[in-house]
């Protein structure tokens, strides 16, 4: 069963008067394991697209299923739980909040899955540790590499164990080695945990990470062949 599988998406914007159709009938199947990069100039549409795969907007038609849930556009109240349950976000910017520590981000978000106390501090320490941050739990975002934060960012994601991981521009604010360490943390965590990654990016770093190369213009994905690129060293 695929983690992803999104047919024939589309969602257009009333703006005005006008009607702005942002995707014209995508398309994408992403397995558990599998990584997947989506490059686009801006103004595409992937954001968009990024947004309705995760559950913040819903399509205006087609098809989405996410670890085997519909996503009926119909009942947009069903996004919370399904992102709740089953998505797991990296961002950009890395969204830590600066008066809390990076284990305390990260019980933050195992709090708002339900998970409180004792258990969500052991999880977060966990976790932390899987990304590399077992020495640096006690520390606040301003004491932190940039590199750090997104591995903080990065462990908030996984919290729950959600089957799909969505990474909007994660190298974007990092230097050439700490983002080559970033892609290969998210592409080792993949691989032996079975989450399927979709990473929306400008960075060709990227396309040496990834199973399969993604290209999105106008709305319309232009290049779904199931190229595989060369593993990373």
């Known amino acids: 069963m695929n983690a992803i599988e999104a047919t024939d998406v589309t969602k257009i914007f009333q703006e005005g008067r006008e009607r702005v159709e942002v995707l014209k009938g995508v398309s994408l199947a992403i397995e558990p394991g599998e990584v997947v990069a989506l490059e686009g100039p801006s103004g595409s549409g992937k954001t968009t697209f990024l947004s309705i ?4 907007l819903t399509a205006t038609s087609g098809n989405l299923v996410i670890d085997g849930t519909r996503v009926d556009p119909r009942r947009p109240g069903d996004l ?33 899955k339900g998970v409180q106390g004792r258990a969500a501090r052991a999880e977060a320490e966990r976790i932390l540790g ?36 969505l990474a909007d521009e994660p190298t974007a604010n990092l230097d050439s080695q700490v983002g080559t ?3 290969e943390l ?15 990016t400008h960075d060709p770093k990227v396309r040496g990470y990834a199973d399969r190369v993604v290209s999105i213009r106008d709305g319309l994905i232009s290049h779904t062949n199931a190229v595989h690129v060369a593993t990373a060293a």
């Open 53 to 56: 795969l995760g559950c913040i």
């Open 80 to 112: 919370p739980r399904i992102r709740k349950k089953s998505i797991g976000f990296v961002f950009q910017q890395f969204n830590l909040f600066p008066a809390l520590s990076a284990q305390e981000n990260v019980e933050y978000a195992l709090n708002i």
């Open 130 to 165: 899987v990304v590399g941050l077992g020495d640096r739990r006690g520390f606040l975002p301003r004491d932190l590499s940039g590199g750090q934060k997104q591995r903080v960012a990065v462990a908030r994601a996984l919290v729950g164990r959600p089957a799909v991981l």
């Open 181 to 183: 360490q970033v892609l």
């Open 186 to 200: 998210f592409r080792d965590l993949a691989k032996k945990e079975g989450r399927a990654l979709l990473v929306v």
